[in-house]
């Protein structure tokens, strides 16, 4: 399975864009060997549905075009004296290619940016123009985009896993504090019943005369 999963991510064409309504292309090769139609690759074109037909033994399946538009060779340039620095494009970058921090101009590292659009719409800015590249340049991105893409996933899930543990270590010790909180009370009232006890014994003593009076009320001042 695993092997069929790699061939398929083979043809695709790395570009990352998530318009085949998944998030890169490792992930629609997964869920092409889950049932998904082959033919979402818009910017792999017809050849590269016609390629994992075969990798499939599958029917050829004609290209999905509502899955478009096509991604031309290109990669993304901000032009920094427009940045905000909000980091949205940090975010949605899929291969981690632009560089900076909040409130810090961004730029983009162009060996790294496959020209996938995503940072283009969450600008607030408009400050992101798209720049036309060779092929040959396109294809070298492309190629180790994939890396990347699997790098910035899994430091995502290492974080995902921090927040979730730091988390649950919170919300136990808000649990714990509540416990001690309660244990705590129960403490305090069952000293506050032992003493209502007592009080309750002695004036049983003065109903049964067994006592003076005034001395139950002292002892009573006493407990």
Same mark, same amino acid.
């Not at 049932?35 to 075969?54: F, L, M, W, Y």
């Not at 607030?124 to 590249?133: A, H």
């Not at 890396?147 to 290492?158: G, I, T, W």
């Given at each position: 399975m695993s092997n069929l999963i790699e061939l398929i991510n083979a043809e695709l064409p790395q570009f990352q864009c998530g318009r085949c309504e998944t998030p890169g292309c490792r992930p629609y090769a997964e869920e092409i060997i889950n049932?998904?139609?082959?033919?979402?690759? *818009? #910017?792999?074109? @017809? +050849?590269?549905? &016609? $390629?994992?037909? $075969?990798i499939l033994n599958a029917n050829k399946l004609l290209l999905d075009h509502d899955y478009g538009p096509e991604i031309k060779p290109q990669v993304a340039y901000i032009v920094e004296e427009d940045c905000i620095g909000c980091t949205k494009c940090i975010d949605a970058c899929p291969v981690d290619a632009i560089n900076g921090a909040a409130n810090l101009m961004h730029n983009v590292i162009n060996d790294l940016c496959t020209g996938c659009e995503l940072c283009i719409d969450p600008c #607030? *800015? &408009?400050?992101? +123009? /798209?720049? +036309? *590249?060779?092929e040959e340049q396109s294809l070298k991105i492309r190629k180790d985009s994939d890396? %990347? %893409?699997?790098? $910035?996933? +899994? /430091? /995502? @899930?290492?974080k995902n896993k921090k927040t979730k543990l730091n988390k649950s270590i919170s919300e136990n010790l808000d649990i714990a504090n509540t416990i001690n909180q309660k244990l705590s009370n129960r403490n305090l009232d069952k000293e506050k019943l032992i003493k209502k006890l007592q009080a309750e014994m002695l004036d049983s003593q003065r109903v049964e005369k067994h006592m003076n009076a005034s001395d139950i009320e002292e002892l009573k001042k006493q407990l």
């Open positions: 049932g998904s139609p082959h033919n979402r690759c *818009v #910017p792999g074109g @017809q +050849e590269t549905a &016609d $390629k994992i037909s $075969k #607030p *800015v &408009d400050c992101i +123009e /798209l720049i +036309e *590249v060779s890396h %990347f %893409f699997q790098l $910035k996933n +899994e /430091l /995502l @899930q290492r």
